[in-house]
């Protein structure tokens, strides 16, 4: 019913900035919170930030605190993940996902659709 699609991800230096997009399909957009996860080689599913559906609330892991700001334009259907000061442990692939059912927001199990997944890799 609602398709994510992800863009912004590539290769940046340590230390740059990168803004990863997702652009939603679905017409209930609005109602839905938001949230990016993370995924490095070897590693579990990491969340990374959300947003709630008309975007008065976030809420950030800690590991990104401080660097990372999540935003959504529920006009244009997009959220957003701008990332300062990265760090080559950012190194990841990057979801969108969509959470239709009430919840805490920092599980991936709480959320019903998935974007594909952008690459960031961070050089030292």
């Known amino acids: 019913q609602m398709q994510l699609v992800e863009s912004g991800g590539g290769l940046v230096q340590a230390g740059g900035s990168l803004t990863l997009s997702c652009a939603a399909s679905?017409?209930?957009?609005?109602?839905?919170?938001m949230g990016w996860f993370r995924q490095a080689p070897g590693k579990e599913r990491e969340f990374v930030a959300t947003?709630?559906?008309?975007?008065?609330?976030?809420y950030y892991a800690d590991s990104v605190k401080g660097r990372v700001t999540i935003s959504r334009d529920n006009v244009k259907n997009t959220v957003n993940l701008q990332m300062n000061s990265l760090k080559p442990e950012d190194t990841a692939v990057y979801y969108c996902?969509?959470?239709?059912?009430?919840?805490?927001?920092?599980?991936?199990?709480?959320?019903?659709?998935w974007g594909q997944g952008t690459q960031v890799t961070v050089s030292s």
């Open positions: 679905g017409r209930a957009f609005s109602s839905y919170r």
């Open positions: 996902a969509a959470q239709t059912v009430a919840g805490t927001g920092r599980q991936w199990g709480e959320y019903d659709y």
């Open positions: 947003i709630s559906s008309g975007g008065g609330s976030r």
